[in-house]
Nanobody, 118 residues
């Protein structure tokens, strides 16, 4: 499985922005797809964004037009730019990956906490 480390979380006011990073311990050029999930207190983990090896992106309806996922193969890092933050975006954000289209997700890391409050 691909080893990934999340970072970039923090506490922000509503309307603020953050850029989360998901750094891989190996080249991501051939990684089939990378995902950002989040888990709010008392709720199930949910998929918020994904990006494929070809650069195709997909988003949960709740974050469309506010979140942008991107990958920098030269830095082995996938980013999640999150804008217009809302209190309901408060959660621990995790990244994960599928090495190929046939492999399952890897184990979960520590995640990075995003807290949105005034």
């Amino acid at each position: 499985q691909v080893q990934l480390v999340e970072s970039g979380g923090g506490s922000v006011q509503p309307g603020g922005s953050l850029r989360l990073s998901c750094a891989a311990s190996e080249s991501i050029r051939s990684i089939w797809s990378v995902y950002w999930y989040r888990q709010a207190p008392g709720k199930q983990r949910e998929l918020v964004a994904s990006i494929t090896i070809g650069g195709t992106t997909d988003y949960a309806d709740s974050v469309k037009d506010r979140f942008t996922i991107s990958r920098d193969n030269t830095k082995n890092t996938v980013y999640l730019q999150i804008n217009s933050l809302r209190p309901e975006d408060t959660a621990v954000y995790y990244c994960n990956a599928r090495r190929t289209m046939f492999t399952p997700l890897g184990s979960w890391g520590q995640g990075t906490q995003v807290t949105v409050s005034s």
